[in-house]
């Protein structure tokens, strides 16, 4: 038997109430931003660390 993702299978499941399902979409564009923070921190944050390495091979 071939497995894979099923297509076109109907999700089993209580259906949500129009306002709950509008709070969904707005918990998930705050993630989103959250998400694009922590990636520029990272960033930042390795920057950092390299500047940190380049003085110590100038010494």
């Given at each position: 038997m071939k497995k894979g993702?099923?297509?076109g299978k109907r999700k089993s499941g209580?259906?949500?109430k129009k306002r709950e399902r509008g709070m969904e979409g707005k918990r998930k564009r705050g993630k989103r931003?959250?998400?694009g923070r922590k990636k520029k921190e990272k960033k930042?944050?390795?920057a950092s660390l390299d500047?940190?390495?380049g003085d110590k091979c100038k010494m």
């Amino acid at each position: 038997m071939k497995k894979g993702r099923k297509r076109g299978k109907r999700k089993s499941g209580k259906k949500k109430k129009k306002r709950e399902r509008g709070m969904e979409g707005k918990r998930k564009r705050g993630k989103r931003k959250e998400r694009g923070r922590k990636k520029k921190e990272k960033k930042e944050r390795l920057a950092s660390l390299d500047r940190d390495d380049g003085d110590k091979c100038k010494m």
